[in-house]
């Protein structure tokens, strides 16, 4: 494998652990939400069950029977629930966290192995290693890629930013990344896929 090649197949495998990462986290994120909404929604309807106050809910616009706002509110619990099983998004959470420790094990070998000759000699491993790797993995939605892509340069220049000004807020840092991205105009160098 020569450098170039080396170069290109480090950056795919350093955006797509980057992609990885944040959808591992986002469903993650969602999957918790949705959990938390049925446990909340839950312990409201039980506390209104076991009240023994009026017969009507005062919801600020309107009064509705408790018996009524009970049987709205467990529908939405039991719909919450049902839509937490059909996203399934526990499940892709832990499939994009697996395919961000692949990334990392292929990404640590990589780093290990170097560029120049030592890449070279490895080539062949290197290879087997990254198409095992990458035929492994589940897929990033087509229509997220892009976006993915684009905050993982977006991370790459912040982190270039921040070792360039150490102590700046993150908030300052942000604004000239930005900055810098839209003065460049369109995008990095004529060639580069990855």
Request: net charge positive.
């Amino acid at each position: 494998m020569d450098a170039g090649e080396f170069k290109r197949r480090w950056r795919r495998i350093d955006w797509m652990l980057s992609a990885h990462a944040t959808l591992r986290d986002r469903y993650r994120w969602r999957s918790q939400a949705l959990t938390l909404a049925v446990i909340v929604l839950s312990i409201i309807g039980l506390l209104f069950a076991l009240s023994n106050g009026d017969n009507k809910v005062d919801l600020g616009v309107a009064e509705i029977k408790l018996q009524n706002f009970l049987a709205v509110l467990l529908a939405l619990t039991f719909l919450i629930g049902l839509g937490d099983l059909v996203v399934d998004w526990r499940r892709r959470a832990w499939q994009h966290a697996e395919a961000a420790g692949k990334l990392a094990e292929l990404k640590a070998l990589f780093a290990k192995a170097g560029e120049g000759d030592r890449a070279t000699n490895k080539g062949t491993e290197l290879l087997g290693a990254y198409d095992r790797t990458m035929a492994d993995l589940v897929e990033i939605p087509d229509r997220q890629a892009a976006a993915l892509k684009a905050r993982h340069v977006r991370k790459v220049e912040m982190f270039k930013a921040i070792e360039a000004h150490p102590g700046a807020p993150r908030w300052w840092i942000s604004l000239c990344v930005m900055r810098a991205g839209i003065k460049k105009g369109g995008g990095g160098k004529r060639g580069e896929r990855g």
